[in-house]
């Protein structure tokens, strides 16, 4: 049996503790955020409520989108509270292939520039057995895919001037596939793959516009919370920290972010023994009950 010396062994553990210290440090700066003009999306609940929240406390300029104006009245006007320079908001459907220029038109016009867009939104999705429905499909691709592409393609020529960046916000789900998730799956690898491969081509064009793919385990939203209520045995982490965690990926420029953070080493372990990690994931769902 090979044995190591007690120093070499001390060095080596200080070491790795140093590069993870290293790698994994806040380099977070709140005054990068006072006064930069931010338009985000899926802003009237959830994570995107809680994200708007934390761009007003450090002094952005907002605008907020979503589908149901009467909560975007109420998240503007704490907004205001919270010490945002500027917010406004426009109702908009993203199932609408025309709503994307209307958002941002909209958008250019009251913040007169852009530096950074948060890409947020999702279309609502049963959290079951695959049952067959590709009209749904089709229709959760263009929420959830199509309506990304829409946006951060109006986006890129005003986002390259100010050399801003472009925060797309995904799942695990899109990394890993597990059960119940077949079509909100399919959009979320969709995103990883069209915008990674965006990121090779603005940086082979040497356009300085970041792109942040925030990857995200199961989140304590009330949406979230209902439809995996009895069909899931993991905890769901705090909407607030997960939303702090994309602004702060977004500002320093991040190429992924991932929340909870040990997702990023399930990522990295997902090809390995793939029929036994398949089990594991599997024994996390309730079969019996969706």
């Not at 001390?10 to 955020?33: E, K, Q």
């Not at 852009?114 to 999705?125: A, C, K, P, S, Y």
């Not at 979320?188 to 040497?206: C, I, N, V, Y």
Request: aromatic content about 10%; some cysteine.
């Amino acid at each position: 049996m090979l044995m190591i010396p007690p120093g070499k062994a001390l060095c080596a553990a200080g070491m790795i503790v140093g590069l993870l210290a290293f790698f994994w440090r806040d380099t977070f700066n709140p005054d990068s955020i006072s006064g930069a003009r931010v338009l985000l999306t899926g802003a009237s609940t959830g994570i995107g409520e809680q994200m708007a929240y934390h761009y007003s406390r450090f002094g952005a300029e907002i605008v907020l989108t979503a589908r149901r104006g009467t909560l975007l009245q109420k998240v503007m006007e704490k907004c205001l509270q919270l010490g945002a320079k500027k917010v406004f908001y426009i109702q908009a459907d993203m199932s609408s292939p025309q709503a994307p220029e209307e958002v941002m038109h909209f958008a250019l016009q009251k913040l007169v520039g852009l530096d950074h867009l948060v890409l947020n939104h999702i279309g609502g999705t049963p959290f079951r057995m695959w049952d067959g429905d590709v009209e749904h499909t089709r229709w959760l691709m263009q929420v959830n895919f199509l309506s990304y592409v829409a946006l951060a393609s109006a986006a890129l020529p005003i986002l390259a001037e100010s050399k801003g960046s472009l925060i797309v916000v995904s799942s695990l789900t899109g990394k890993i596939s597990t059960p119940f998730t077949t079509s909100y799956s399919a959009t979320k690898f969709a995103l990883d793959g069209f915008f990674s491969s965006l990121r090779h081509e603005l940086a082979m064009q040497k356009q300085d516009v970041c792109i942040t793919l925030c990857i995200l385990g199961l989140i304590d939203t009330e949406m979230a919370l209902e439809k995996t209520r009895g069909k899931v045995y993991m905890s769901a982490y705090p909407a607030s920290e997960a939303a702090l965690t994309i602004i702060k990926g977004g500002a320093t420029r991040a190429r992924e972010v991932f929340y909870p953070w040990w997702l990023e080493l399930l990522c990295c372990l997902r090809d390995w023994f793939p029929n036994q990690r398949d089990v594991v994931i599997q024994s996390f769902y309730n079969y019996t009950s969706a």
